[in-house]
């Protein structure tokens, strides 16, 4: 059975960049068809997909945070991780890991980390 | 951009009755993409319902999920007390690719 378990600073200053990885067990961050993604939950705004890395490497990232968003896989350590650019207090949310089977498990979201909760404040 | 409107906000209810949530896109979206997931207190979401209407395995039969084009509706029959819980619907296909409900939180009356 798959787990994902986020990590990463809780805190974070405005205009630095916030990074977390999620270590995946149960299985390969480079097998198929899995679809590695970041969702973030802001008090008040509900859940919001953020973006996934693909097995094969390739990303997909919502628009609204594409310039300021880099998402990648780490075969070696089976894990992926989030690098959001210039933060502000906007992006102080609870950040989930995630994983989607693609079209296979009908694009849903079938296993979650337990939420890493980051503050964007100086 | 499509957007998924739940409601109502806030449902009270009592353990043994009937919950009805809607879910309604602001355009028609593909039934075989609509998602229900519920949340606890301090919890990730747990995958529901998946495909409008196909229960997630270990999901108790009282869960139950319809709708097409634009309105979707999870029904929970006989309230047990642990189904109290905020539930979102999701998609899949229209931009940002992935969007949610702003939730539903299922309330003991």
């Known amino acids: 059975q798959v787990q994902l378990q986020g990590s990463g600073p809780g805190l974070v200053k405005p205009s630095q960049t916030l990074s977390l990885t999620c270590t995946v067990s149960g299985d390969p961050v480079n097998s198929g068809p899995n679809y590695w993604t970041w969702i973030r939950q802001h008090p008040a705004r509900g859940l919001e997909f953020i973006g996934y890395v693909y097995y094969l490497g390739t990303t997909y990232y919502n628009p609204s945070l594409e310039s300021r968003l880099s998402i990648s896989l780490d075969t070696s350590a089976n894990q992926f991780s989030l690098n959001l650019y210039s933060v502000t207090a906007a992006d102080t949310a609870v950040y989930y890991c995630?994983?989607?089977?693609?079209?296979?498990?009908?694009?849903?979201?079938?296993?979650w980390g337990q939420g890493t909760l980051v503050t964007v404040s100086s | 951009e499509l957007v998924l409107t739940q409601s109502p906000g806030t449902l009270s209810l009592s353990p043994g009755e009937r919950a009805t949530l809607s879910c309604r896109a602001s355009q028609a979206i593909s039934s075989s993409y609509v998602t229900w997931y519920q949340q606890k207190p301090g919890q990730a979401p747990r995958l529901l319902i998946y495909g409008t209407s196909t229960r997630a395995t270990g999901v108790p039969d009282r869960f139950s999920g319809s709708g097409s084009l634009t309105d979707f509706t999870l029904t929970i029959n006989r309230l047990e007390p642990e189904d109290f819980a905020v539930y979102f619907c999701q998609q899949y296909g229209s931009s940002p690719l992935y969007s949610f409900g702003q939730g539903t939180k299922l309330e003991i009356k």
């Open positions: 995630a994983r989607s089977r693609g079209k296979s498990g009908a694009n849903t979201f079938d296993s």
